[in-house]
Nanobody, 125 residues
């Protein structure tokens, strides 16, 4: 069982930055790929970014490329999402997620087995 807890959300003006963190309560964190998803009001949850176990490979939604950076610290059991140049359309609840152990990172929501409770990001214009 993997327990995930996100933090770092908040209210920021357009053009600003936030760094989200997701702490995992599992000893073998390095054996799990990790992903970030988001859900805006009235919309379906969508993929944002993912990172493989060794942090060698990262994947981004088109909306995140060039502005967001996913990273991980396998010593601290934490995955991060650095978000720069934020836009009002980035407003959403952001979730971190993990697939089953040893599975590769993916952009497909159904691959992910474990989910955090989410953290709200609000970008004002």
């Amino acid at each position: 069982q993997v327990h995930l807890v996100e933090s770092g959300g908040g209210l920021v003006q357009a053009g600003g930055s936030l760094r989200l963190s997701c702490a995992a309560s599992v000893r073998t964190f390095s054996t799990y790929a990790m992903g970030w998803f988001r859900q805006a009001p009235g919309k379906e949850r969508e993929f944002v970014a993912a990172i493989n176990r060794s942090a060698g490979d990262t994947y981004y939604a088109d909306s995140a490329k060039g502005r967001f950076t996913i990273s991980r610290d396998n010593v601290k059991n934490t995955v991060y999402l650095q978000m720069n140049s934020l836009k009002p359309e980035d407003t959403a609840v952001y979730y971190c997620a993990a697939p089953s152990q040893f599975r590769s990172a993916a952009i497909t929501e159904s691959v992910y087995r474990y989910w955090g409770q989410g953290t709200q990001v609000t970008v004002s214009s």
